[in-house]
């Protein structure tokens, strides 16, 4: 097996958007990283992108990893995590990223289709949470990073499941950050409002004219994990909504998706 000297952070769905932005954050602080996901021609057209971009930094092909994995489906994580495994790198950070929302009525969206978005949103950063967290606390050392969303703090009509799921991982993931503390692991959840990637065009939507770039959204969360911050909501405005009641915020979300 082949070891790498270098620490590295995995990011799942890091091919675009956040998770891509975030890839190049990583590496710009002294990181390997090694992107997750389903597409193996979006995973190489990642790489060759970050290769170009950073490309003062990117010395050792080593540096950049690409692992072609399924993650909505059942198994998936736990696929992920033995390849990663058999790589013999030092996986210091994990970014549980990639996900993925539906929009319409409930009684509209095809059940397979919730199924595995739950399976994605979900399980997927479960599992990797408990297999990686087993890792990082025999070593003393580790930081794991869930994206949820500022969807997580209201229920959402016409995307019921999708801020569902959110919300649970932001619960599941302030929870085991206490759980890690004691271990010298560190759990940061971020709730990023609404950004510039394709989430909206697969979602059917067109992206609106007031959302965040992925590059200053994965800033502002690689400085907040770096940082130890518990919950990390990039933007005055989102952080302002956090406290405006479930329920007025529940009403203008149905109005918008409705």
Known sequence: METYNMKYALITGGTSGI???????????????????????????AKRKLEVKKSKIVKSTKQIIIVEQDLS?????????HKVKALGTDVEIVVNNAG?????????????DDKKMIQLNVTTPVCLCKLFLRDMYENGRGKI????????????????????????????SRAIRQEAAAR??????????TTRTKFFEKAGQKTPIWA???????KIAVDGLMRNR???????????????????????VEMLKK
């Open 100 to 112: 993925f929302g539906l929009l319409g009525g409930t009684e509209s969206i095809n059940i397979n």
């Open 184 to 193: 010298g692991v560190i759990v940061s959840t971020l709730c990023p409002g």
């Open 19 to 45: 998770g891509f932005a975030m890839a190049g954050e990583f590496l710009d602080r002294g990181y390997g990283v090694i992107l997750a996901s389903s597409s193996r021609k979006n995973l190489a057209i």
């Open 212 to 218: 965040m770039s992925a590059e200053k959204t994965a």
């Open 230 to 252: 518990g919950v990390i909501v990039p933007g005055v405005i989102n952080n302002i909504l956090r406290i405006v009641p479930s329920g007025v915020k529940m009403y203008f």
């Open 145 to 172: 990073l869930n994206v949820a969303s500022t969807g997580a703090f209201q229920p959402g009509p016409y995307t019921s499941t999708y801020f569902a799921s959110k919300s649970f991982l932001y619960s599941y």
């Open 73 to 81: 489906i059942s198994g998936g994580a736990e696929k992920l995590y």
